[in-house]
């Protein structure tokens, strides 16, 4: 879970801890994660709600609720994110090949950024096409999405 995902979930779990005992009653999960947007199922969910609540106290801490809220967050931006740049890809991937050309990523990354020389291109995707093979596959186009 990333920063900006555990700031986002503070600040549901402090709202919805009007008491400001550090816990929160089991039932505001669910609303706490409709409210952010995430898809659950509910039998999981409560299978998940009572292994964190062992005493059936009908509250879960932050901890807790980090536990349960934090995979939900995570996968539903991932799967979102990984739909995307695979639309995205198959849209420069004309043919199917499973691969675009140098050529078509220096068209969008000088789209992307028109401030760009014809070296600095070269430098990205150079760094881009790890293999110097002329194509970049959807796992070298992933990596430069995700930063990495």
Not at 48 to 61: F, R
Not at 113 to 138: H, N, R, Y
């Amino acid at each position: 879970m990333d920063q900006e995902q555990l700031n986002m979930l503070k600040k549901a779990f402090t709202m919805f801890d009007s008491n400001k005992r550090g816990s929160i009653e089991k039932e505001k999960v669910k609303t706490i994660l409709r409210t952010l947007g995430a898809s659950y199922d509910d039998k999981e969910l409560d299978a998940q709600l009572t292994v964190e609540d062992p005493n059936e106290t009908g509250h879960i801490d932050f901890e807790a609720f980090c536990r349960i809220c934090g995979p939900y967050l995570a996968t539903e931006d991932d799967e979102a994110l990984q739909k995307e740049l695979k639309e995205a890809f198959r849209l420069y991937d004309k043919a199917g090949n499973g691969y675009i050309p140098t050529s078509s990523l220096r068209e969008i990354l000088a789209a992307l950024d028109d401030q760009l020389t014809s070296d600095q291109l070269d430098e990205m995707i150079a760094e881009i096409d790890t293999d110097s093979s002329g194509t970049v596959d959807f796992e070298e186009f992933m990596e430069m999405m995700n930063g990495e």
